[in-house]
Nanobody
Framework: QEPMVESGGGSVQAGESLTLSCANS????????MTWYRQAPGKQRDFVSS???????TYTDSVKGRFTIFQDNAKNTLYLRMDSLKPEDTAVYIC?????????WGQGIQVTVSS
């Protein structure tokens, strides 16, 4: 069983919305924070947003005001609501959970935004 499973990706038109989910199978019951990254073709993996255990939230400048990170602790799930999507948001989105002694990664999910 994968420790982190992402869902919710797909292909949309510019201006539309998607919500990504990252479910934690329960492998890590106490974490220090969770992060979304993205990697466009031929580019490095970039930070998108994070939420710490104290619920401090951070966004990269390019998504501020358009993306919202939130979590449902009862469901052990992290979300990324993406509004007003742009073609430059096209990438594979990957979640990470920082656990004691280990980082757990999702497999990545494709988001494609066409103009």
């Amino acid at each position: 069983q994968e420790p982190m499973v992402e869902s919710g990706g797909g292909s949309v038109q510019a201006g539309e919305s998607l919500t990504l989910s990252c479910a934690n199978s329960g492998y890590c019951r106490r974490h220090y924070g969770m992060t979304w990254y993205r990697q466009a073709p031929g580019k490095q993996r970039d930070f998108v947003s994070s939420i710490n255990a104290d619920e401090t939230i951070t966004y990269t400048d390019s998504v501020k005001g358009r993306f919202t990170i939130f979590q449902d602790n009862a469901k052990n799930t992290l979300y990324l609501r993406m509004d007003s999507l742009k073609p430059e948001d096209t990438a594979v989105y990957i979640c990470k959970m920082q656990c004691p002694g280990i980082n757990l990664w999702g497999q990545g999910i494709q988001v494609t935004v066409s103009s």
